[in-house]
């Protein structure tokens, strides 16, 4: 089965960091893109950076450029999201994803395989 475990999150005050990780199984992670997406309260479900896994191609979404960086540990099957700087307005529910074969557009809610979510909270 495929699975994503997303973990790292957790309270912290505007200007500090967070590492995310997502652990994937089940598929040959070589071949996948895998994406960080984030909801806040009353919001859809956006991708704010994703990366192929052999780290060819990357996307930042613009309010995360700079500040976010993703990753990839092909030994370790697992993708990290290093966020820095981060702002109250970063506060989410924060889902990791992938794209098993590369036939969604980069970086898309369409993505079939999802984690169950990690809750970051920036506090001001």
């Known amino acids: 089965d495929v699975q994503l475990q997303a973990s790292g999150g957790g309270l912290v005050q505007a200007g500090g960091s967070l590492r995310l990780s997502c652990v994937a199984s089940?598929?040959?992670?070589?071949?996948?893109?895998i994406g960080w997406f984030r909801q806040a309260p009353g919001k859809e479900r956006d991708g704010i950076a994703c990366t192929s896994a052999t780290g060819g191609t990357t996307y930042y979404e613009d309010s995360v450029k700079g500040r976010f960086a993703i990753s990839s540990d092909n030994a370790k099957n697992t993708v990290y999201l290093q966020m820095n700087s981060l702002r109250p307005e970063d506060t989410a529910v924060y889902y990791c994803a992938a794209d098993l074969n590369g036939r969604y557009p980069f970086c898309s809610r369409e993505y079939n395989h999802w984690g169950q979510g990690t809750l970051v909270t920036v506090s001001s």
């Open positions: 089940g598929f040959h992670f070589d071949d996948s893109v």
